[in-house]
């Protein structure tokens, strides 16, 4: 596979999802398919903030994971600006994926999936130490963000599966903050949130776009989505009418 499709991901874009459609096959239903999206289309440009917007069930988060590789689709392209070339992640291999994901394509989601047993600050900083970062350093990067996020240092030698959930998703965001990528995905980050924290994510957002991050984001939280979109796109525009589908 290659990734030389350069001349179709326009300049300033470090993803762009085209004409991308996605079916479910429902197994305990008798094998029916269930039309999810259809024609879905928009950019990512670099240092913009782009909403993911529609009701609950329209396939916000489905999005999310067709971009990360976690689901196939089938239909169209998903094209992400990866090093020096351009990467179809629609047909790129499993191994091209993983690498996307080291250096270019960032996710935090609402849960916080960490080795059991590792402390809160070796979570944080692992990004880091893979990328041929000191332990000293990254260590000392990873306690400033867990700071910031009021994360008290009595729990830093503590492993995250022992905290509350709100902490436990202070502790995503801040490994998916402590290294720079081109495209970062946010899937609900702030929802178990208090203001002052939600704040602080706010902050990092906005510095993070500032230097130049793309980013495609899920916000429930009305405050937020207007603090930080640069534009949002209405999945529900792109999903089928499933009663007619069905028919």
């Known amino acids: 596979m290659s990734y030389n499709v350069n001349n179709d991901l326009p300049e300033n874009a470090v993803l762009s999802v085209q004409n991308v459609g996605k079916t479910f096959t429902l197994h305990l239903q008798e094998s029916q398919r269930l039309p ?4 879905l289309t928009f950019d990512v440009p670099r240092g913009a903030c782009i909403v993911l917007g529609g009701e609950s069930g329209a396939g916000k988060s489905t999005v999310m994971k067709m971009i990360y590789g976690s689901y196939g689709t089938d ?14 992640l629609v047909t790129a291999q499993p191994r ?15 849960f916080l999936r960490a080795v059991p047993r590792v402390p809160a600050l070796d979570v944080v900083a692992e990004p880091l130490i ?11 990067r990873a306690g400033e963000l867990l700071t910031r996020l009021s994360i008290s240092t009595r729990l830093w030698k503590l492993p995250p599966a022992t905290f509350s959930g709100g902490e436990q998703q202070r502790v995503n965001i801040a490994r998916g903050f402590i290294i720079e990528r081109p495209l970062l995905l946010l899937d609900e980050p702030t929802a178990s949130l208090d203001a002052r924290n939600r704040g602080v994510v706010i902050e990092l957002i906005r510095e993070s776009l500032g230097r130049g991050t793309g980013m495609l984001a899920i916000f429930h939280d009305a405050d937020v989505r207007e603090a930080v979109a640069d ?11 499933r009663e007619q589908a069905a028919a």
């Not at 998903?78 to 070339?85: A, N």
């Open 231 to 241: 534009m949002t796109v209405d999945v529900q525009s792109f999903t089928p009418a």
């Open 96 to 110: 091209q994926v993983l690498a996307a994901r080291r250096e270019t394509l960032g996710y935090v989601s609402q």
């Open 75 to 88: 239909s169209g392209r998903i094209l992400l600006r990866h090093q020096e070339t351009v990467m179809d």
């Open 130 to 140: 893979e990328r041929g970062i000191s332990r000293e350093t990254a260590r000392e």
């Open 36 to 39: 999810v999206l259809h024609g």
